[in-house]
């Protein structure tokens, strides 16, 4: 991981547990004449745009290829997860290109398998459906999904403030912006001496009161998200330790998501803790799916999880949602 608090994974998701933020001033002014507050990536040098996306994204992904070397890359397909095409002040014109850039960057080529998916918020969770697929046609012993945005770009940032969605000086339910550059390494489901983290399910949905409409919100898209993946998994809710989140500060998404574990739930609770890595690294967009399953394998490896079984939901401006059933286990337990 490379994020606004560490760029690496165990410095990130050490701040992470500490709740530790960097959150400062960006050179960017809200309306009232302030700074706004953002999560900027330090990085060597003060790159902006393309470049930067690029630099983050290669340095998340040769972490996990320095750490992983039974990672041969033409034999492995990259997914890469990028911001959706709709999304105000994308600095990415062209998808394909990008990515060839990325392999330049890199000084490799990946499989020929390799797709870019651009959906946001959900697009590691589509990806880890598209690596389950390849994965068991066992063409490919394992994939790489990586994930590289930033929300720190002047047309975005004036496109959140306008419709009340930025935290400025002027409105208190909003996110605060950041940028990140995650990667991950996925392979079937094998025997280890040491916990694993397993993804058991998946599932989608569509919320039609979603953030920008006017509907009264239902939370029908997450829970049904949350009830395919329970299926996907064979479970039910009882099995469900804490629930880990991309929520990032507005009213909107916490209300979402208790009201649609509610509309799921059937065990009586003492608590049910909640995570959102966001609060430490901000509002960082398409790589919020692969914080998150780092931070959970970070807790599962440091024995400081909340418990075996996870619930991980996420969910993107325009409706579409996607929820996981993780697990941190050994092979063969229940």
């Known amino acids: 991981m490379v994020t606004g608090v560490g760029l690496n994974a165990p410095a990130s998701c050490a701040a992470i547990r500490c709740a530790l933020d960097n959150f400062q001033e960006t050179r960017f ?25 690029i630099k983050m994204a290669a340095a998340a992904i040769n972490e996990c290829l320095a750490n992983n070397t039974q990672i041969v890359p033409n034999a492995t397909p990259l997914f890469l997860c990028l911001s959706e095409h709709e999304r105000k002040g994308r600095v990415i014109d062209d998808d394909n290109q990008f990515f060839l850039d990325l392999q330049t960057e890199l000084g490799v080529e990946f499989h020929e398998k390799s797709r870019v998916i651009a959906r946001g918020h959900v697009a590691v969770a589509v990806a880890l ?11 490919v012993k394992q994939v790489l999904i990586a994930a590289t945005d930033s929300l720190l770009v002047a047309p975005t940032l004036a496109h959140y403030e306008e419709n009340e969605r930025l935290l400025t000086s002027q409105n208190s339910n909003g996110f605060i912006p950041g940028e990140a550059g995650a990667a991950l390494m996925v392979q079937a489901v094998h025997a280890k001496p040491e916990p694993q983290l397993i993804c058991h ?4 949905g569509v919320e039609k009161a979603h953030v920008d409409s006017e509907e009264p919100l239902r939370a029908d898209g997450l829970s049904a998200a949350i009830k395919e993946s329970l ?22 998404h916490f209300k979402e998501s208790s009201l649609a574990f509610s509309r799921v739930e059937r065990t009586k609770r003492e608590e049910f803790d909640i995570w959102h890595p966001a609060d430490c690294i901000g509002e960082v967009g398409a790589p919020i799916g692969a914080v998150i399953l780092a ?13 075996q079984h996870i619930l991980a939901h996420l969910g993107n401006d325009d409706g579409k949602r996607s929820s996981m059933i993780i697990a941190c286990q050994k092979v063969g337990e229940q």
């Open 29 to 53: 002014m809200d309306k009232g004449g302030e700074w706004i507050m953002g999560c900027e990536v330090p990085l060597e040098q003060p790159w902006r745009g393309k470049t930067k996306l």
């Open 129 to 139: 459906k598209h690596a389950r697929e390849i994965l068991q046609e066992r063409k």
């Open 201 to 204: 399910g998946l599932g989608f």
């Open 231 to 252: 299926g996907d998994a064979g479970c039910d809710q009882s099995i469900l330790d804490f629930k880990i989140t991309d929520i990032s500060g507005e009213q909107y």
């Open 295 to 307: 931070v959970l394998k970070a807790a599962c490896e440091k024995n400081y999880s909340k418990g």
